[in-house]
């Protein structure tokens, strides 16, 4: 099945469904779209406005409180590097990376106190920086290994 199949057979079934609909929540649901209201089955999750600080979840106000008892602490922080062979398709990766970060709000979070209250702020979707690859030429394979750990530890807030 295509996507464009997907779609159509989504679409006739909402219109079956929409066709099902008594009069009075016809009414209702036009009432609702008419005045821009989000619609949602009783239980659903309500859209949140775009920008909007949010509560922060029990673990991530622990985090924020330790973080707010011991700045700069980053033993939660765990580098990772790993090693990539052949051409590096730049744009490629940074489409990937852009995507990744398109989807999941947690990597667009920011946390900050609002009318006195930790809250999450979750950010629009945008392109990352376009950053230059390091190039290695000339650097013998034990120093790349070094710069590629030394860099990682600097990262998670750690002294080398």
Request: with cysteine; charged share 30%.
């Given at each position: 099945?295509t996507?464009?199949d997907a779609?159509a057979?989504r679409r ?5 469904r929409?066709?099902?609909?008594s009069?009075?929540?016809r009414?209702?649901?036009e009432?609702a ?10 239980g659903?999750i309500v859209?949140?406005?775009p920008?909007?600080?949010?509560p922060?979840?029990f673990a ?5 409180l330790?973080?707010r008892?011991s700045?700069g602490?980053?033993?939660y922080?765990?580098p ?9 398709d730049?744009?490629?990766l940074?489409a990937a990376?852009d ?6 709000e ?12 930790p809250?999450q702020?979750v950010?629009a979707?945008?392109?990352s920086r376009?950053r230059?690859?390091?190039s290695?030429?000339?650097?013998t ?7 590629s750990?030394?860099?990682?530890t ?7």
């Open positions: 099945m996507s464009g779609i057979q006739a079934e909402l219109e079956r929409l066709a099902a609909l009069p009075e929540k009414a209702q649901l009432r779209r008419a005045a821009g209201e989000p619609v949602v089955r009783k659903g859209p949140r406005e920008d909007a600080p949010v922060m979840s991530q106000e622990l985090l924020w330790l973080d008892a700045p602490m980053h033993g922080n765990v990772r590097t790993a090693r990539l062979r052949g051409p590096l730049v744009a490629a940074q990376l995507g990744v970060v398109a989807r999941h947690v990597l667009r979070s920011t946390f900050d106190l609002v009318d006195g209250e809250r702020i950010h979707p945008r392109p376009s230059s690859p390091i290695p030429t000339g650097r394979r034990r120093a790349r290994k070094r710069r750990r030394s860099s990682a600097c990262r998670a807030g750690h002294s080398t």
